[in-house]
């Protein structure tokens, strides 16, 4: 879906909880099942390592289609909803119609 809308994820692994107290955070994350949530803001050597090395030398060709996607299709309103939109199902159909909008204005295969 990234690579066909133009836009890039980048996998952490963690999340970051802030500065919190460590059993407020243990609670949190038994509750939930995070196993992934940590204590701490700092900036992730993960985040930091794809964007000064893996991203550059892609930025101008994601960016070409990015543009595609929201100026030429204008599907950015769709982007700007998905992003304040909370309700799962809301989301589910946003997406929905973005697969759509996406395979019939912009030609991708839309298998996400």
């Known amino acids: 879906m990234a690579q066909q809308l133009g836009f890039v994820v980048v996998e952490m ?3 970051y909880a ?9 609670e949190v994350r038994n ?3 995070f196993g992934d949530l940590i204590r701490g803001s700092e ?12 991203l550059p030398p892609r930025c101008e060709q994601i960016a070409g289609v990015w543009r595609n996607t929201c100026v030429a299709s204008g599907l950015a309103d769709v982007f700007d909803q998905l992003r ?4 799962v199902y ?3 159909t946003l997406v929905d ?6 395979k019939s204005q912009l030609g991708v295969r839309g298998g996400w």
């Open 18 to 26: 802030g500065d919190v107290n460590e059993d407020d955070l243990m």
């Open 31 to 33: 509750e939930l099942y």
């Open 97 to 102: 119609w973005l697969r759509r909008a996406a």
């Open 13 to 15: 692994n963690r999340q």
């Open 90 to 92: 809301e989301r589910a």
């Open 43 to 54: 900036a992730s050597i993960r985040v930091q390592d794809r964007l000064r090395k893996s």
């Open 84 to 87: 304040y939109t909370k309700k």
